[in-house]
């Protein structure tokens, strides 16, 4: 955005005439379509006014200096403009990845073996781009209790890639050499189930208690890459194929010791030589 216009200030949002509400995303943000210079944008402004907010609150500013800064923008929602808690992005027309099997029923030309795993690819090649400690930092999302509420983070370009919209809940790995600060994500309570990686889980008997969960690092996200793919692949029967063929890697995702899990980088370039395949056929 920066290279064709300085991005918008307070005094350009002001003037903006809000013309749909698009609802509550995460009850965190209240959602607008609006328009600048006749080119369709989104506004997005913290609910200030209830206990979310006020939690989500350092979260979400840190969200815009990454949307502003982040040195591969093209993996994150574009920021068009911003003023103090209230931001101006881009529209993405077929919203979020929840509305996966709505979308495929009304393109169905896109609802082939090609574009859904087109959606795993890029899914990991997000990943991979927030693991890559390119300034230092590997950014980690945390809010990713269930495989809705990640899928929810995502949304669908018009040609089925995914950006990601929301950077308002990311811990951050500081990194030096071989040395780490680990984290762990706690602002919305203990999570639970199948979904989560097992080091995310409370480990002790008792009741929950934030401050003693032991710390972790990004390969929680490996742990749900397989989860995400069989998402986006569906059930088919036309896909069991596919899935055979990505039996192995996603096997070593979701291996409990997160040590033994592979990178991100890598399970990219197996999902890329297996989507490269099924374009060769």
């Not at 040609?159 to 984290?183: A, H, P």
């Amino acid at each position: 955005m920066a290279k064709c216009h300085p991005l918008l200030t307070c005094e350009d949002i002001e003037q903006f005439k809000f013309s749909e509400e698009i609802g509550h995303m995460g009850y965190v943000k209240e959602v607008w379509h609006s328009y600048w210079q006749k080119f369709p944008v989104v506004v997005k402004k913290l609910r200030t006014f209830d206990l979310a907010g006020e939690i989500a609150g350092p979260g979400y500013l840190q969200g815009i200096n990454l949307m502003k800064n982040f040195y591969k923008p093209s993996v994150l929602l574009q920021l068009v403009g911003h003023c103090n808690d209230t931001i101006v992005t881009e529209v993405h027309r077929l919203l979020d990845a929840r509305d996966l099997e709505i979308r495929f029923k009304e393109y169905p030309l896109y609802n082939t073996l090609q574009t859904r795993m087109q959606l795993c690819v890029s899914y990991v090649d997000i990943l991979r781009t927030l693991h890559s400690g390119h300034d230092g930092k590997i950014y980690v999302q945390c809010d990713a209790k269930n495989l809705q509420k990640l899928a929810g983070q995502f949304l669908f370009t018009e040609d089925f890639r995914l950006v990601l919209s929301d950077v308002d809940s990311m811990e951050t790995i500081l990194v030096n050499g071989t040395n780490r600060k680990l984290i762990k994500c706690t602002d919305w309570g203990e999570v639970k189930g199948y979904f989560p990686a097992p080091e995310e889980l409370w480990p002790y008997k008792g009741g929950y208690d934030a401050s003693k969960l032991p710390l972790y690092d990004e390969k929680i996200e490996i742990w749900k890459i397989p989860d995400m793919c069989w998402y986006f692949l569906g059930d088919d029967v036309s896909t069991l194929q596919l899935k055979r063929s990505l039996n192995d890697i996603n096997n070593q995702c979701k291996n409990r010791n997160p040590r033994k899990r592979p990178t991100a980088e890598q399970v990219y370039e197996t999902y890329l030589t297996i989507y490269q395949d099924i374009i060769k056929k």
